[in-house]
């Protein structure tokens, strides 16, 4: 596939690519975007990706998001006006896709992308909204110095967003396996703060955080976040701190299940222990 693939590419033949990348893995249509890419021409990467994100076809507009992510800086403008439309795309794989773009536009152009990253929090879509999380979590890996702070303010506002989509990814995903691993003293630290909100979506994103694989190193201060929020009535708080407790137990039992003991022997939270217990 790949020798057909830099035919028609060589051959500047893009209309023929449709035929060519109909039904292909995920690795070859990557290979089309490098190809592409490296190849040049005499329109921007931008350019290019727009006449394929008009595509019907889902691996055209994968390419597209794939095109978007290496030439972004070629028009940044062009480029958010592209990526808004295929973050919210009928294709949850091209939405997949033009996030990851997002997530690579955001480590490319940082002030630029937060800035459209911050004005995409409040979008109607969720599709959108949760493509934000995603580019957070793409920028995180790369453990930038001083962009600890920056990328906890980007999803600050999406705490107490009930979207399925938003929630799943921000608590466990965003801050519990990136950011708390990458950057775990600053989101240790607005994780304590946010511990003090009374919105419960905000109050599950925070102990769902510790559920995560960022959290077992800081097992022992997840323990004093999580013993307050043990004390909230609202079924789906101490749910959510009953699952970060089996699931830090798993890791940490010799510091967890001592906790869980005490919790047992106090009425106030012996719900929220034999709970987690149930999983240990």
């Known amino acids: 596939m790949r020798e057909e693939i830099d035919r028609v590419i060589e051959a500047g033949k893009l209309d023929q690519l449709p035929s060519v990348l109909q039904g292909a893995p995920m690795p070859e249509v990557h290979y089309a975007v490098k190809k592409i890419a490296h190849m040049g021409g005499e329109e921007t990467l ?96 790369t453990e930038t110095p001083g962009w600890g702070e920056p990328l906890l303010k980007i999803v600050e506002p999406l705490l107490s967003d009930r979207a399925k989509v938003v929630r799943r990814n921000l608590g466990p995903f965003a801050l519990g396996s990136a950011m708390l691993r ?51 009535e609202r079924r789906y708080v101490w749910r959510a701190v009953s699952a970060a407790m089996w699931k830090l137990g798993r890791k940490k039992p010799e510091v967890v299940r001592p906790e869980l003991a005490r919790w047992l022997e106090d009425e106030r939270r012996t719900h929220v222990a034999r709970e987690a217990l149930r999983y240990l």
Not at 197 to 205: C, K, R, Y
Not at 207 to 214: H, I, L, T, Y
């Open 46 to 141: 931008p350019e290019t990706a727009a006449r394929l994100a008009m595509s019907e076809q889902g691996e055209m507009r994968h390419v597209a998001c794939g095109l978007i992510g290496e030439g972004y800086l070629d028009d940044p403008e062009k480029s958010v006006e592209l990526l808004r439309k295929l973050v919210d795309d009928p294709d949850w794989k091209v939405r997949e896709s033009a996030g990851d773009a997002c997530g690579k536009a955001l480590r490319d152009d940082f002030s630029g992308m937060t800035e459209v990253l911050r004005d995409w929090t409040g979008d109607g879509s969720e599709n959108v909204r949760r493509a934000v999380i995603i580019a957070v979590m793409k920028a995180a890996q």
């Open 182 to 232: 990458c950057y775990p003293v600053a989101t240790f630290e607005y994780l304590v703060k946010w511990s003090t909100a009374v919105d419960e979506q905000t109050l599950w994103n925070v102990a769902m955080a510790f559920s995560a694989s960022g959290a077992p190193p800081l097992v022992k201060r997840a323990l004093i976040v999580l013993r307050k929020l043990s004390l909230d």
